[in-house]
């Protein structure tokens, strides 16, 4: 039977901060299993319907409704950022936070749904979403997701809370932290949002912007190491449900990629 990650591991680190029964349910088949086929579906991107639940469960065998009923639940009830956030904070001492690394991704969106815009650059129908990772390229945290319509800069504020949220809640501090951004969020917005959380911004400049403050600096070194997130983004391709988006809700497409980040972080461990 293929595995995504061993039974220990699913027991000790994902199992504890999942809701596992309610109102006297009790799941007849094991919850390890349950959670193996939706690691399943998240690295082979395989339709619901033809999960190949026989093979997936060794006792009692449920249906794919049932293992999709148990994603929809925890992904309703913010329960995989609850996995992350927990898991960013118990390994928080195997991160390297000597730089950190903020890129933007355009996933296609085959079935519409929420967040989905048309991207013309791409010519099809997109989502994005600001990703950030340290400088080994490990997640940390993501935005909520916009349609692709929109570039990277729009509501970065916004953005930037969510991300600057989760990690706080990690009891990850950013105060004095180098932050490496490309060209595209070369604004004073951006900046001046990074300077007032004590983030230094290092930013490539772009030609079409002009209004730059006199300490506005780039490090050369420092922004070369900027491609360990483009290696992210490849980790992150590898799994086929991400690569491209079929869900149609932001709770489903925010928990692939928060369930993404965690086998990721827990490979590296």
Known sequence: MYKVLDKDTIISEI???LSIAKRGFVCKASIVEVVNCILYKLKTGI???????TALFSDVVLSCKTVFYHFRKWSKNGEWKSVWINLLNKHRDKLDMSSVDLDGSHTRATKGGESVGYQGCKKFNTTNAL???DRQGIPLAMSESISGEHHDLYKIEKSMS???????????????LFLNADAGFDSKGFRSECKDRGIFPNVCFNKKNREHDDDDCVDELLYRERYSIERTNAWLDSFRSILIRHDTTLTSWSAWNYIAFAILLLRKC
């Not at 969510?162 to 004095?176: C, P, S």
């Open 131 to 133: 990703y950030l990772t």
């Open 162 to 176: 969510i991300i600057f949220k989760t990690l706080r809640e990690a009891h990850i501090y950013v105060d004095g």
């Open 47 to 53: 339709q619901w319907r033809l999960l190949p639940v």
């Open 15 to 17: 199992l504890p901060h």
